[in-house]
C-alpha cells in the first residue's frame, strides 16, 4: 500500500498536480492509507490544500476519538474529504469533520453509477441530502448546506458579509426561483437556467 501511495505521490509532484484519491476500504487499511497520506502531506506542504480524499468510507468506522484525531490533521495539513454522502448502514461523519475545519465537499461518482442505481447527478440535490440526513433544518444551516457543492464559495460568509458576486469572478452561476439560499437547498426548484463563462448553456 505505502509502495503504491509513494509512487503516485512521487508523480504528483513531479508534475505539480493535486491529489484526489478514491479511498472505498474498509478498516483497517483504510485508516493506514489516511494517515500515511497524512504523514506524506505533512512532508510536503506544497500539497497541502491541494490533496483530497473521495469517499474515504473509513472514517465512519473508527471510534469517535480517533475520529477526531485524524479530523484534526486533516485540517491541520489541508486534506480535504469529497463525499457521495451514502445513505445506509454506515453515515459519513462529515458534520464531525466540519466541525473541526475539515474542508468538505460533495461529489457523485457518475451519473450510471455502478455502486448505487440512486442520484441524478445533480449537486444541488447533494446539498439537500445533507441538510436532511443531518438535520440541517434552520434557515442558517440550510443555507451553509450549498457550500458543500459550492467549493465553499456562498454570497454571504459567516458572518454575513457579502463575498460573493464580486468584480472579477467567473460567471458562472445557475438562476432559480427561490427566495434564498435555503430555500433553494431545502424545495430544490427548478433551474431555470445555467451560465458558463457567461453565456448561458441552457
Known amino acids: 500500500m505505502e509502495k503504491s501511495l ?3 505521490f512521487g508523480v504528483v509532484l513531479d508534475y505539480n498536480k ?3 484519491i478514491h479511498l472505498h476500504e474498509d478498516l483497517p487499511s483504510g485508516k493506514a492509507v489516511m494517515e500515511h497520506m497524512i504523514k506524506r502531506v505533512k512532508e510536503n506542504p506544497v500539497l497541502q490544500g491541494k490533496t483530497f ?9 473508527l471510534p469517535s476519538q480517533e475520529l477526531k484525531n485524524i479530523a484534526d490533521q486533516f485540517a491541520k495539513y489541508g486534506i480535504g ?3 457521495s454522502v451514502p445513505i445506509g448502514k454506515q453515515v459519513m461523519p462529515l458534520p464531525t469533520l466540519i466541525e473541526h475545519g475539515v474542508k468538505v465537499l460533495t461529489g457523485t461518482d457518475n451519473l450510471m453509477d455502478n455502486f448505487s442505481p440512486f442520484g441524478t447527478g445533480d449537486m444541488l440535490q447533494k ?5 436532511q440526513l443531518y438535520d440541517w433544518t434552520d434557515e ?17 460568509d459567516d458572518e454575513g458579509k457579502q ?8 460567471a458562472d452561476f445557475i438562476l432559480l426561483n427561490a427566495s434564498c439560499s435555503a430555500e433553494a437547498v431545502a424545495r430544490l426548484p427548478k433551474r431555470e437556467a445555467v451560465y458558463y463563462k457567461g453565456k448561458a448553456i441552457t
Open 6 to 8: 509513494d509512487i503516485m
Open 18 to 20: 493535486g491529489i484526489d
Open 53 to 61: 480524499i473521495t469517499h474515504a468510507y473509513a472514517l465512519a468506522m
Open 81 to 83: 474529504i469529497i463525499s
Open 127 to 131: 446539498a439537500n441530502l445533507c441538510a
Open 140 to 156: 442558517y444551516r440550510l443555507n451553509r448546506a450549498l457550500k458543500m457543492v459550492t467549493q465553499h464559495l456562498l454570497p454571504l
Open 163 to 170: 463575498v460573493w458576486p464580486f468584480v472579477g469572478a467567473d
